[in-house]
């Protein structure tokens, strides 16, 4: 899409909001990235899809947070589900920056799943499924994720319990947490966790990357 499409930035605006997460997106995924935003802002004016309407701060705070997990994880090849997805993120941010991932979208509310369908169909994203249904209505053991994440979902209880058995050996549950949770989850001595990581221009967020020990069961 061209540079001049009506969405309010340009693409040295796109890198320059990008830049903190050391995140140097390719004219291709400079342009899947735009399509993205477009048809985001499009969407949000029918259902709620994000609260912040300004196009540098979706940037930022949507694409960028979700991309700066590449810094902590080997992605490659991988099998990503993520859980209570919504509008995309981190899914297919992700997806975009490393397209060899195969992707499963995990989203109850049926008009976000049809969103994220016409996302994937307009970006032209292969291997990613996306399964209209709750987390918790899914045998987790028929998952075998090799990564399992989570940004801005609730109940990290039972997201913890679902993980622990939806994830292949060795697998990591990655979390995208304020402060107090990010120091509740890890206080989990069922998990290896890793020190917490703040996320670049916020104070209070942070990321979270663990995985369960294997011989004490999460219940």
Known sequence: MPAS????????????????????????????IREYLLLLLR?????????????????????????????????ENCRLVDIGTGAGFPGLPLKIVSPSMR?????????KCAFLSEVTRALGLADVEIWP?????????????????????????QILR????????????????GAEDATRIASDARWTWQPAVRIPDSQRRFILIGR???????R
């Open 133 to 157: 249904q709750r987390f918790e209505q899914i045998r987790p053991e028929t998952v075998a994720a090799n990564i399992v994440t989570s940004r801005a979902v609730g109940d990290f209880k």
């Open 43 to 75: 969407w949000n004016q029918s259902i709620s899809l994000t609260s912040i309407t300004d196009p540098t701060e979706i940037v930022g705070r949507h694409f960028g947070e979700s991309m700066y997990a590449l810094k902590f994880l080997p992605v």
């Open 5 to 32: 499409a009506p969405i309010g930035i340009s693409d040295q605006q796109i890198c320059e909001a990008l830049s903190p997460f050391a995140i140097t997106p390719s004219q291709g995924q400079l342009g899947k």
């Open 103 to 111: 992707v499963i979208l995990i989203e109850s509310n049926k008009k």
């Open 162 to 177: 679902w993980s622990a058995n939806a994830l292949a050996r060795r697998g990591h549950l990655m979390l995208w947490v």
């Open 212 to 218: 369960p020990i294997e011989d004490i069961p999460v």
